[in-house]
């Protein structure tokens, strides 16, 4: 049992998703797979005006996109990789703000830094 809230349980997280998003499974059980909907609503310009201060830099947030065979992770700050999620940690280097992970690279944890 993995406890929730430690690097472990994240990375649990995360791996689930990326099978979800990435993996080639039957999708026949609704109960046990997640679906994204996008609900869209008009902002009144009084709205607009009350959030328009809302907000702020993203941080070190990572975004992973499928992209044909292999990801592409977007990312603010420098890009770190490791084989295990406790590390050691390295550079990624030439990567700036996106990088192209092939399919055929294997595991790889990523992680953004200052």
């Known amino acids: 049992m993995v406890e929730t809230n430690t690097p472990a349980g994240n990375s649990r ?3 689930l998703g990326a099978n979800r998003i990435f ?3 039957e999708l026949t059980n609704t109960f046990s797979h997640t679906y994204n909907a996008e609900l869209v609503k008009q ?3 009084a ?3 009350k959030i328009a201060g809302y907000g702020g830099p993203l941080g070190h947030r990572v975004a992973i996109d499928r992209d044909g065979t292999g990801a592409v ?3 603010m700050g420098k890009l ?3 084989d295990a999620i406790l590390g050691p940690w390295n550079e990624v280097p030439g990567a700036t703000k996106q990088y192209a992970v092939p ?3 294997g595991a790889k944890f990523y992680r953004a830094a200052e």
Do not use: C, K, P, V
């Open 13 to 15: 997280g995360y791996a």
């Open 23 to 25: 993996g080639n499974i």
């Open 43 to 45: 902002l009144s310009s």
């Open 47 to 49: 709205m607009q005006t």
């Open 73 to 75: 992770i977007g990312f």
């Open 80 to 82: 770190q990789s490791a």
């Open 103 to 105: 399919a055929s690279s």
